[in-house]
């Protein structure tokens, strides 16, 4: 299960209103990217959702239960960032076990996630490594890692390939794509790619300026793109 609702959400820092009520549903096990320019909101909206960042009004309803005053670790979800936040003094395997030891979950259960999310993730070789023995793409890997053992009903990825090459791009997005279709989770994925979004999208959000322009397919949205702004961002050259 993961489905998500977000209703009416607002948020300000101080005078500035940075997202202007936005309205979105999220069906479980769907793949829903994120589209639009820098400091429209992508990041806050996300922040939001996993509840590292409260909402000035609105709500956030995961599996239908309201959860604006759940804490962040209860909420079922895991967030991958672009910087891959790693713990530079602990092995691959210890990064990616260390929230569910915190958690209070048994040694051989946490290893028996490991063993699958290694192997999904072909990091098995270096489970004993740390995080400055591997290159981004694979410490990358490890954020991911770190996030599929904890089995949540939501993924958010906040630009996770922009630190990457283009080569290296190519290859973890193709890596996402398959997780999701492996672990037929719910994934919402922020980029200003527009190829990263044509292809993973089951439904695209364009936001700007706090505001969601549009919603719908990859192919919808090419083709009949609602304005010029999105147009811009997805649509084929008028
Ligand atoms: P995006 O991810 O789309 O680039 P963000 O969500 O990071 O945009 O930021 C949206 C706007 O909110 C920007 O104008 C940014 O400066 C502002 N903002 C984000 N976080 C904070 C914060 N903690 N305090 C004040 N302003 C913030
Ligand atoms: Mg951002």
């Known amino acids: 299960m993961g489905s998500l609702n977000i209703e009416n959400v607002k948020k300000a820092f101080g005078p500035v209103e940075v997202l202007k009520g936005i309205n979105l549903e999220v069906t479980d096990g769907e793949f829903v990217v994120f589209v639009g320019p820098s400091g429209c909101g992508k990041s806050t909206l996300l922040r939001v959702i996993a509840g590292l960042e409260d909402s000035t009004s609105g709500r956030v309803v995961i599996d239908g239960e309201d959860v604006s005053a759940t804490p962040p670790a209860k909420r079922g979800i895991a967030m991958v960032f672009q910087t891959y936040a790693l713990y530079p003094h602990l092995t691959v395997r210890n990064n990616m076990g260390l929230g569910l030891k915190q958690a209070g979950t048994p040694a051989a259960e946490i290893g028996r996630r490991i063993g699958i999310a290694s192997s999904m993730l ?117």
């Open 122 to 238: 072909s990091l098995e070789p270096y489970l004993e490594r740390r995080p400055a023995e591997l290159s981004g793409g694979q410490r990358q890997r490890v954020a991911i890692g770190r996030a599929v053992v904890r089995e949540p009903k939501l993924f958010l990825f906040d630009e996770p390939l922009s630190n990457l090459d283009a080569a290296l791009r190519v290859n973890t997005r193709l890596e996402i794509a398959q997780l999701h279709r492996r672990l037929k989770a719910t994934m919402i994925y922020v980029t200003h790619d527009q190829v990263e979004a044509m292809t993973l999208a089951d439904k695209i959000v364009v936001l700007n300026a706090g505001r969601i322009e549009q919603i719908g397919g990859p192919m919808e949205l090419y083709n009949s793109p609602a304005n010029d702004f999105v147009a811009g961002f997805i649509g084929s050259p008028k």
